[in-house]
C-alpha cells in the first residue's frame, strides 16, 4: 500500500489551500475528491467577495483568520494575476433599529482591526452612490471589501499546491479510514479506481460534506462534533448594469448578511443569498440546487429598501448555493471549527467544520492554520 504524509478530503478551495500549506511545508499531499472538477461544491456557489472582517465576534476564528486571510488573498491575488478588485461596500440602514445595528458592526470590525472602516451619515452615502434610497439614514464605508474571481484562484491555490508536489485524485469519493497500528491512516476511496492510501495526517475539508466523512472515520464518536445545518440561498441577477461601484449590502438578518448586491470583475451585478433553512440531516444528495423563482418578489422588496430604482422585471434568476452550518434558526452564529487531535483524541486528525462564509477570504489563513496545527502537533 502506498503512504504519503497527508491525505486532504476536499478539493474546495479551503481544501486546496490547505493542501498546498501542507506541500510548501514539505509533506507529500493527495487531495481526494468525489466530483470530476475541483471546487464544484460551496466554492462554486457564493458571492466571490472578499470580506473585510466587519461582522465576527472578536478573537473568533471567523475574525482573525478572516482579517488575515484578506491581506494574504490580496497580496496573493495581486502577485499572482488573479482577476480581484478592491471595490469597497456600503453597509446601509434605512431605519433607526438597522442604525443600532451599525454601531454594533463598527464596535466588532474596530475590535477585529478593521481600522479602515467608518460611520458616514446617509447623505455623505449618496454623495458615494446617488441611487441609494432617500431612506438610507447611515452607513458603514468599507474600503478593505473586495469582489475576486474564485474559479481563477482556485486554479492558482491547485497549481501551486501541485508544483510542490501535491496530487488531486478526482471522481474519489471517501470511503472511511481506519487507524494502522503504527501511528498512521489507512484511508479508503471508491468510484471507479478505487484505492487504499496510507497518510500519517488526515485533514476533513470537504464542506457540505464533512459530517458524512466524519461520521466514516473510525474512533471518532458523533459527540467529538456539533451537529450540522444547512441553509439554502438564492442569487438573482440583474438585467443591465447596476448603477452601483461598490457592493451594497443591508444589515445583517437572522442566519445570513441580507440579501446584498455584488458585482463581478465585469460590472454586472447580482442579489443574494437569502436563507432559506433546510431540513436537519439532509443529505448532499439531496440537495436541489434550482431557483425558486417565486422568490423574486421577496428580493424586489429587500432591494428596493436600499435601490429604490430597481425596476420592475429586471431581476433574473441565477444560481443557489448551500452553506454548512453549526447554529440553526435564531441561534447565534457559529464560529469556524478546525479540530485538532487535542480535541478529539485521534492522533494525526485534523477536522474543519461549518467552514461557511467566510471561507472563501479566509482560504489562505485556513491553511497556515492548519499547517500550524500540524507543526505543533508533530
Request: aromatic residues 6%; negative net charge.
Amino acid at each position: 500500500m502506498d503512504r504519503v504524509d497527508a491525505v486532504v478530503v476536499g478539493a474546495g478551495v479551503v481544501g486546496l489551500a490547505v493542501a498546498r500549506a501542507l506541500a510548501r511545508v514539505g509533506l507529500e499531499v493527495v487531495i481526494v475528491e468525489r466530483e470530476g472538477a475541483f471546487g464544484s461544491g460551496v466554492s462554486s456557489r457564493n458571492s466571490e467577495v472578499i470580506h473585510a472582517g466587519l461582522y465576527y465576534p472578536p478573537g473568533s476564528l471567523k475574525a482573525r483568520l478572516c482579517v488575515r486571510g484578506r491581506e494574504l488573498l490580496y497580496a496573493y491575488c495581486a502577485e499572482r494575476g488573479v482577476p480581484h478588485r478592491r471595490c469597497g461596500k456600503l453597509v446601509v440602514a434605512t431605519s433607526p433599529t438597522e442604525q443600532a445595528k451599525l454601531d454594533e458592526i463598527l464596535r466588532r470590525g474596530h475590535a477585529n482591526g478593521v481600522h479602515a472602516l467608518k460611520p458616514i451619515d446617509g447623505a455623505h452615502a449618496r454623495e458615494l452612490e446617488p441611487a441609494l434610497s432617500g431612506a438610507c439614514v447611515a452607513a458603514l464605508h468599507s474600503p478593505d471589501s473586495g469582489i475576486v474571481d474564485s474559479h481563477a484562484l482556485m486554479t492558482s491555490l491547485l497549481g501551486e499546491a501541485e508544483a510542490a508536489g501535491a496530487m488531486l485524485a478526482l471522481k474519489s469519493p471517501f470511503e472511511g479510514a481506519q487507524r494502522d497500528g503504527s501511528g498512521g491512516w489507512v484511508v479508503r476511496s471508491g468510484g471507479d479506481e478505487s484505492f487504499e492510501l496510507g497518510c500519517h495526517w488526515l485533514v476533513n475539508a470537504a464542506g457540505l460534506g464533512t459530517h458524512r466523512v466524519a461520521s466514516a472515520i473510525a474512533g471518532l464518536p458523533v459527540s467529538a462534533y456539533p451537529a450540522q445545518r444547512v441553509a439554502k440561498g438564492h442569487y438573482f441577477s440583474l438585467a443591465g448594469r447596476a448603477p452601483f461601484s461598490c457592493l451594497i449590502y443591508p444589515t445583517p438578518v437572522d442566519g445570513g448578511l441580507g440579501v446584498h448586491l455584488t458585482l463581478d470583475l465585469g460590472g454586472q451585478a447580482r442579489f443574494g443569498p437569502d436563507v432559506e433553512w433546510l431540513p436537519a440531516g439532509v443529505a448532499e444528495e439531496e440537495l436541489d440546487y434550482s431557483v425558486d423563482a417565486s422568490r423574486q418578489a421577496a428580493f424586489e422588496r429587500d432591494i428596493r429598501r436600499y435601490w429604490p430604482g430597481l425596476q420592475e422585471g429586471a431581476l433574473v434568476p441565477a444560481y443557489t448555493g448551500v452553506r454548512p452550518k453549526l447554529s440553526g434558526p435564531g441561534e447565534p452564529a457559529a464560529d469556524f471549527l478546525v479540530q485538532g487531535p487535542g480535541d478529539h483524541g485521534l492522533p494525526g486528525l485534523v477536522q474543519m467544520l461549518g467552514i461557511e462564509s467566510p471561507g472563501l477570504t479566509s482560504c489562505l489563513a485556513l491553511g497556515e492554520h492548519v499547517a500550524e496545527l500540524v507543526r505543533l502537533s508533530v
